[in-house]
């Protein structure tokens, strides 16, 4: 149950309950892909943590975790440029590996990330995403191989999702529900 007051700010889209279940058909979908080998498992921070968290523990075989910061937004807009802040430090060739992010919808960081892994010659390089926003998709070649949840065209906030900073922390996926620039 969240605890934050503000709840006119925005309407749940998608529950806390159906999200956990979500995560459990993904990681089972992961399973089977990569059954009984090693994957580096990258999360893409922050908006992934929870998400990555959660998918992590569901997984049954043997994860190397590594982490990358990656910008490419400012407040509810694209910028169309991506800034890789911080970079993982292990060495992807040869390995498998599994790429979590919160949200495809323009695919530009999406498109970076997979040609920035790409390059390091990984064995294999799947991608998860919780959401999808094929609405605002601009590189249409872009797509994830495990999908938790297409969604409409709207800003949303919460489960690592959020609108300047805040929101993070809300257990579901919601909506706006007020002017944001």
């Not at 893409?44 to 992590?56: E, M, S, T």
């Not at 489960?159 to 919601?174: S, T």
């Amino acid at each position: 149950m969240s605890k934050i007051k503000d709840t006119e700010a925005f309407s749940e889209l998608i529950s806390e309950k159906a999200i956990r279940k979500r995560v459990e058909e993904l990681a089972e979908e992961i399973n089977n892909e990569f059954s009984g080998q090693e994957v580096v498992v990258i999360t893409v921070l922050k908006g992934a943590a929870p998400f990555a968290a959660d998918l992590v523990r569901c997984l049954d075989f043997p994860v190397i975790t590594e982490y990358m910061i990656l910008q490419s937004y400012h407040l509810t807009e694209s910028t169309g440029k991506v800034d890789l802040v911080r970079d993982m430090s292990t060495d992807l060739a040869g390995k498998n590996v599994l790429v979590i992010e919160d949200i495809v919808d323009t695919g530009t960081t999406i498109q970076y990330i997979y040609n920035h892994l790409d390059a390091k010659k990984p064995n294999k390089l799947k991608l998860c995403v919780l959401l999808d926003n094929p609405a605002r998709r601009v590189h249409e070649n872009v797509s994830a191989d495990f999908v938790g949840f297409i969604i409409p065209d709207k800003f949303v906030i919460g489960y690592g999702l959020d609108y300047n900073q805040l929101y993070r922390n809300l257990p579901f996926i919601a909506t706006l529900n007020m002017e944001v620039n």
